[in-house]
Every structure is written in C-alpha cells, then in structure tokens.
C-alpha cells in the first residue's frame, strides 16, 4: 500500500513538472481552445485576470472592466475587481 502511494505520488509529480507553465495560473491556452474571441490577459507578478471589454454588464453602451486580482501565497484566492 505505502509503495503505491509512493508510485502515485511520484508519476503524479513528474506528469505536473513537464508541464511548460506550471507557476502560471493564466487560463490563456484554454479559453483559446474553448472560446477564442474571448479578450483576455493574465499578469503572472500581479496575479491579474483581466477580462475586461467582453460584456456590458449595466446597458450603458460601454464593455466593463473586470479582474480577478490573486491574493498571493500558499493559499490564494481571488477577488473581484
């Protein structure tokens, strides 16, 4: 039992280290799959999900400006903006 917790664990961290960006929490090469008029930008020192001028959210005729800003650390979250 211990020795295949052991092999999970460590296929587990070798199939997340040959991944190109495993320090970035930008969803860029997904949402080009999935939906690529999407405008979006991720700042990796700020920790900013900029999705702002894809929707108006109140009517008024502008594209609203929305971020997702990280709080940094071990435990990071997002808020709004």
């Known amino acids: ?14 199939a997340f280290s040959q991944q190109k960006n495993q320090l970035s929490n ?12 999407l405008k979006y930008s991720y700042d990796n020192i700020s920790q900013i999900h ?4 894809n929707w108006d ?3 008024d005729g502008v594209k609203d400006e ?10 990071l979250f997002f808020f709004l903006k």
């Open 66 to 75: 929305i971020y997702f800003i990280g709080t940094g650390g071990a435990h």
């Open 26 to 37: 930008s969803f860029e090469s997904q949402y080009r799959k999935s939906n690529p008029t």
């Open 1 to 14: 039992m211990l020795l295949t917790s052991m092999l999970l664990t460590f296929s587990t961290l070798i």
């Open 57 to 59: 959210f109140d009517n």
């Open 50 to 53: 900029n999705y702002s001028n």
